[in-house]
C-alpha cells in the first residue's frame, strides 16, 4: 500500500492549526502541526514531508525565512504559503523564494484542500511517472526531469517543482511560442493577475539558469506568451 502524503504545517494560531490539521488528516493525509518557525525547521531536518505549508506571521522564525531554509537543503519539496498577507509584493517575494502556492486568509477549507490535492498529485505523481528516466536536451543543455535538474552548458540547477515543469514545457516545445494563458492553467491551473505576475518571476529565474548556456534564450512575445529559442542569436 502506497504511504499516505507527509504534511507539515506550521501556524501559530492554534484554532485554525487545529481545525486544519483536524480536516486534512479526515482527508487521508498525515499532518504534523507545529506552532512556530524553529520548531519547524527543526521537523524538517528530522524527518521527510511531501509538502510544507508555511503561515507567514510566524514567532521566532518567520514563514519567509523558513521557507528559504528549506530551500537551501531541498528545491523540490512543494512550500504553500498561508497568510493574512495579500499585498503583491508579499507574494512575488514567496514566490522568488521558491513557493508553490499562496493562500490568503480567509478561506474556503473545501477550495484549500482542493488546492492542496492539486498540488500533491502533480509533485508525487511525477516521482513514479514515466518521465522519471526522461532527459530532455536542447541547445547545449539537459533536463533532468525525474531529478529536477538543469544542466546549462556544464552549470548544474537543482530546480524546484514548478521550475522543472515550467523549463520541461519549454524543452519539449523548443522554438514553438507557448501562449501564457497554457502556461498558466497547465501549470498553476489559474490564469489571475497574480499568478500571472508570479509566473514572470519563475521565467526570470529560469533566464538565469539558461544563461550559461549562450545557444539558448528564453524571449518575451509581448501580450501573447514566451518561446525557448535554440541556437546562436
Known amino acids: 500500500m502506497k504511504d499516505l502524503p507527509k504534511i507539515m504545517l506550521v501556524e501559530d494560531d492554534e484554532s485554525l492549526g487545529f481545525l486544519l490539521k483536524d480536516s486534512m488528516d479526515a482527508h487521508g493525509w498525515r499532518v504534523a502541526l507545529y506552532p512556530d518557525g524553529e520548531k519547524g525547521l527543526t521537523a524538517f531536518h528530522n524527518q521527510v514531508f511531501d509538502l510544507c505549508i508555511l503561515d507567514i506571521m510566524l514567532p521566532e522564525k518567520d514563514g519567509f525565512k523558513l ?6 537543503y531541498n528545491q523540490s519539496v512543494p512550500i504553500v504559503f498561508l497568510t493574512a498577507k495579500s499585498q503583491l ?26 488546492r492542496i490535492d492539486a498540488i500533491l498529485k502533480r509533485s508525487m505523481g511525477a516521482q513514479t511517472s514515466a518521465d522519471r528516466n526522461s532527459i530532455l536536451r536542447a541547445g547545449n543543455s539537459s533536463l533532468d526531469v525525474y531529478n529536477l535538474r538543469v544542466d546549462a552548458n556544464g552549470v548544474v540547477t537543482q530546480l524546484t517543482f514548478k521550475e522543472c515543469k515550467l523549463l520541461q514545457m519549454f524543452f519539449r516545445h523548443s522554438g514553438k511560442l507557448i501562449e501564457r494563458d497554457v502556461f498558466l492553467k497547465a501549470i498553476w491551473d489559474d490564469n489571475g493577475f497574480f499568478v500571472a505576475r508570479s509566473m514572470d518571476v519563475f521565467v526570470s529565474k529560469l533566464r538565469k539558469y539558461l544563461s550559461h548556456d549562450p545557444q539558448l534564450r528564453i524571449e518575451n512575445i509581448r501580450g501573447v506568451g514566451y518561446v525557448l529559442k535554440a541556437g546562436h542569436p
Not at 521557507?67 to 537551501?72: G, T
Not at 499562496?102 to 482542493?114: A, H, R
Open 67 to 72: 521557507a528559504a531554509e528549506i530551500r537551501r
Open 89 to 114: 509584493d508579499d507574494r512575488i517575494r514567496g514566490f522568488q523564494i521558491g513557493a508553490d502556492d499562496y493562500v490568503c486568509k480567509p478561506f474556503s477549507i473545501e477550495e484549500f484542500k482542493y
